[in-house]
């Protein structure tokens, strides 16, 4: 409890760093927050043009089918990139005075998060214009995002630790996370794969939580019970793992750093 006791006790620093990180990455840039929509079309058109037209996926609305998981991709990717060096990035605010280090690990993910729901909010327009339709299903995607960035801070929480004691860390993770990229099937479908390796693919925890936006987006259906159970669980689990951890670690690391 004295985790999250401390959140909300420095809640207006938490506030002023998630403002400043939003406000700092676009600072000086032609477009500013227009970057939130751009970057990731951008993305989505050259891996459209790329594996629809090259590869010949066998996908109606591709584009649609893309963007239903290139949106949680994007939660958990820059979770973990920024996550990996939050601590040491900010060594010299926590060892001049007294923060809870979990609130730059918490500023960052909530920071990706919300730049992930402002891309959301404006490529939807653009999908709904390539066909993509207005169901019941899409009002599980609040729920769909919570589950998701639960699981990524859990798992950012434990990676700024260990970045701490191991700064190779930080360059490694670009590299399983491009690894995860391919390995999940976020840019193609797992019929794609041959039969026999679907169990291999079916045992990635991220198939399932990209269901929980696949499903609404581009089926226009709700997840199944054991889908949503399943990655609710694994959120939970890991996100107490991450706490435990970060609380265990935490008041060690100054020395490392």
């Avoid at 420095?10 to 002023?16: A, E």
């Avoid at 996926?57 to 991709?73: C, E, H, K, R, T």
């Avoid at 769909?144 to 960035?149: C, D, E, G, K, N």
Wanted: proline letters at 4%; one cysteine or more.
């Amino acid at each position: 409890m004295i985790f999250f006791k401390e959140i909300y006790k420095f809640r207006t620093v938490l506030f002023q760093l998630i403002h400043q990180q939003i406000t700092l990455r676009y600072r000086r840039t032609v477009f500013g927050f227009l970057w939130t929509l751009l970057n990731p079309l951008l993305n989505m058109a050259i891996i459209a043009v790329v594996f629809s037209m090259v590869m010949k996926f066998q996908v109606n609305d591709y584009a649609i089918f893309l963007f239903s998981g290139m949106i949680p991709w994007a939660i958990f990717s820059n979770s973990l990139n920024q996550a990996s060096s939050a601590l040491i990035a900010n060594e010299s605010l926590f060892k001049k005075i007294y923060l809870p280090k979990q609130i730059f690990v918490i500023s960052t993910v909530a920071t990706t998060l919300i730049d992930s729901l402002l891309s959301t909010a404006c490529l939807f327009i653009i999908a709904f214009c390539l066909g993509a339709s207005m169901t019941p299903a899409l009002f599980i995607l609040p729920l769909s995002f919570l589950i998701f960035t639960l699981f990524s801070l859990g798992l950012s929480l434990i990676l700024s630790i260990v970045s701490v004691y191991f700064r190779d860390v930080q360059y490694l993770v670009g590299v399983v996370l491009q690894a995860l990229y391919f390995a999940t099937p976020i840019i193609y479908p797992i019929t794609a794969i041959p039969e026999r390796f679907h169990l291999i693919f079916s045992s990635n925890p991220l198939f399932y939580f990209l269901e929980l936006f696949r499903q609404p987006i581009y089926n226009g259906a709700f997840p199944d019970s054991f889908t949503l159970i399943l990655c609710s669980s694994i959120s939970f689990l890991t996100l107490l793992l991450g706490i435990w951890f970060f609380n265990k670690n935490s008041a060690k690391i100054i020395f490392r750093l």
